[in-house]
């Protein structure tokens, strides 16, 4: 708090005192009227901190009750099926309920998680003795929050999927209500349009493999940059050194353990490792785009042509 001549918002009195600016409501106390304005702010804090308290009891009750909504009803639903079925389908109804309970555990737990994360900051801010209106008004707003997770339902219901056999297969079905990030974050390039390795040139297509490394099709650079995860700069695997000419499509081989490239302006198909480097295995085809199915077709679409091939 910043000392400064001033008027105390609690004084009344009309007289300048020598006052402390609260950083967080932004208003004048003197230093009587300062102290009761900190137990103003401690008695919000143990309010939010009994909110809590609330919210956790809740959260164990819930837990140990397994009282999720609709969960009952699907379970019903399951053992209404099982009794229909014969014994053939007993084990897919246990693993349909496992993932069912699975599902609500893990949505108690996300709950749980944040509920422990508040706790912590609670905790720290006031050991530490240094806080206002705006860390109130944030730990309102998460509480807020997690009350709203806590109350919602799993979004987990049953279909039947018809058959022509006189038993419907069942099978779960979760709905998606998730809400895109407002916000994007980069995660290759985003430095303007270069050739540098935090650069890229208009980027075609991108890869992205198990270890969540994306290779991107940096077609007016010519080359391929494979960018691993949470990294500054790429590294490019394959360049015009390398004879690539405007590529346009990237996709893995898993089997063979290799990539297959589309190499447009040279009318041709790349099949290229770290072993063996590349290898042409199309040629005469302006290739925009290839699709590998279980690594023993491929498809490749010929812009001349009007076709695409398998």
């Not at 994007?184 to 270069?194: D, K, L, P, S």
């Not at 493999?209 to 099709?217: N, P, R, S």
């Not at 690539?244 to 490239?261: G, Y």
């Not at 491929?298 to 076709?307: A, F, I, N, R, W």
Request: glycine share 2%.
């Amino acid at each position: 708090m910043m000392v400064n001549r001033n008027y105390c918002l609690l004084c009344g009195c009309g007289k300048e005192k020598a006052t402390y600016k609260c950083e967080g409501c932004m208003n004048s106390y003197c230093k009587n009227h300062l102290q009761d304005h900190q137990k103003d702010l401690e008695l919000q804090l143990d309010e939010i901190e009994n909110e809590r308290n609330i919210l956790r009891q809740t959260l164990l009750e819930q837990q140990q009750q397994q009282q999720q909504p609709n969960q009952r009803l699907l379970i019903e639903q399951i053992d209404d099926w099982k009794r229909k079925s014969i014994k053939k389908i007993e084990q897919t109804a246990e693993e349909i309920g496992e993932f069912i309970l699975a599902e609500t555990n893990k949505h108690f737990r996300k709950v749980e998680v944040n509920l422990e994360r508040l706790t912590d900051e609670i905790k720290e801010i006031r050991q530490e003795n240094d806080f206002n209106e705006r860390n109130l008004n944030d730990f309102k707003a998460k509480l807020e929050e997690l009350q709203r997770q806590l109350n919602s339902p799993t979004n987990i219901s049953l279909k039947e999927e018809n058959s022509s056999s006189f038993i419907n297969k069942i099978y779960v079905d979760i709905a998606e209500i998730l809400k895109w990030k407002q916000n994007a974050i980069t995660i290759a390039g985003g430095n303007g349009q270069g050739n540098e390795l935090s650069q890229l040139s208009r980027p075609w297509s991108i890869y992205i493999d198990d270890d969540k490394t994306i290779y991107v099709v940096d077609m007016f650079n010519h080359r391929i940059v494979a960018w691993k995860q949470d990294t500054l700069y790429g590294e490019i695997i394959t360049s015009q050194n390398q004879r690539l000419n405007f590529p346009s499509k990237i996709i893995r081989d898993k089997i063979n353990d290799c990539f297959i490239i589309a190499d447009y302006a040279n009318e041709r198909v790349v099949r290229w490792s770290r072993r063996a480097r590349e290898e042409t295995i199309i040629r005469d085809v302006k290739c925009v785009d290839v699709l590998l199915y279980n690594s023993e077709y491929l498809y490749v679409s010929d812009e001349d042509k009007h076709e695409v091939r398998r």
